[in-house]
């Protein structure tokens, strides 16, 4: 209730004076945002002729392939993609749209419209068009095609000549990588273990089994889950080694003899790794390794480490 001259203001009693900083505030928040808006609006203006700006730009850098595949020069590139991407111009526009020399603009107009690519609108100032891109480029396009087409008749025919002669006789290149000890050669034996899809061969001697066990047992867990059949030739006897007898629960372990200090694995008789490993107690298990896809190459391994009765022969060939 507000004091008045029916309820006196007691006395000592001020009238309390309103905030200032307060007052401003509510006149601040009550007034239109007309020019908030109006700076909103000249913000999106920006944006789209920074927009704008940068689409043309985009067009305008497509010239070196204009002078590549039509064999138009660079005044003559500008100038037409600047015309494409404005519609119709006159010099003055063109010229600052595109950076080519007001001087230059007219002659290369000139070319343009010799092609067939500008045409010129009749009037003062004089303004110019271009001509639509298929029709104007769809004869070179074609050509272009055409010579794709004949050229990669010419690549089967040379494929197929090779294919011939390479099979009567004669040297042959083969592909095998070769990977250091810096390399990543544990990386790649589980590779080529995750890779089969039938039968995997390994050859390897006792420590080589232990690398074995002690890095890929999941691995090889995994893979003859999914019906890989899996083969272990090493110098431990199942019957006497307690390493070897585990892995004879799970694998079809053989007892060979092995004293060469590799890892043999062979992956459905597609692709296959041979390391040579390092002495027992090194922070690296592997010296160096090679692999391949080759086939050819896979026999002839096979012929250097199993004899008709399957045993290794690799003993007979220390490193």
Not at 155 to 182: A, C, F, M
Request: proline letters at 6%.
């Amino acid at each position: 209730m507000e004091y008045s001259e029916k309820r006196p203001r007691p006395k000592g009693v001020t009238r309390k004076k309103p905030n200032k900083v307060t007052s401003k505030q509510n006149i601040k928040n009550k007034r239109p945002e007309h020019g908030r808006t109006k700076l909103l609006d000249g913000d999106n203006n920006k944006r789209k002729r920074y927009r704008d700006l940068r689409k043309k730009q985009d067009i305008i850098s497509l010239w070196p392939k204009i002078v590549e595949y039509i064999g138009l020069s660079e005044y003559e590139s500008k100038v037409y993609l600047s015309l494409v991407n404005l519609g119709t111009a006159g010099a003055r526009k063109l010229s600052i749209n595109c950076d080519v020399p007001r001087t230059k603009v007219y002659g290369t107009l000139k070319k343009l419209i010799d092609y067939g690519l500008v045409v010129e609108i009749p009037g003062a100032p004089k303004k110019f068009s271009p001509s639509k891109p298929t029709d104007c480029f769809n004869t070179i396009l074609n050509i272009t095609k055409e010579k794709a087409d004949d050229f990669c008749t010419i690549i089967d025919n040379l494929e197929n000549l090779y294919t011939e002669h390479s099979q009567q006789g004669g040297p042959r290149k083969k592909l095998v990588w070769y990977l250091d000890p810096e390399e990543d050669i544990h990386g790649k034996c589980s590779e080529l273990i995750r890779q089969s899809e039938h039968e995997l061969n390994i050859i390897t001697t006792d420590d080589g089994l232990e690398i074995l066990f002690n890095s890929y047992h999941r691995l090889l867990d995994e893979v003859q889950e999914h019906g890989v059949e899996i083969k272990l030739h090493s110098p431990l006897d199942p019957k006497v080694n307690p390493l070897a007898r585990e892995l004879s629960y799970i694998f079809q372990v053989q007892k060979v003899n092995v004293k060469t200090p590799i890892l043999f694995i062979n992956s459905d008789n597609k692709r296959f790794l041979i390391a040579r490993l390092a002495t027992r107690g090194t922070p690296r298990p592997f010296l160096c390794a090679m692999f391949t896809e080759d086939k050819e190459l896979l026999e002839l391994i096979h012929l250097l480490l199993l004899n008709n009765h399957n045993k290794i022969l690799l003993q007979a060939f220390p490193l």
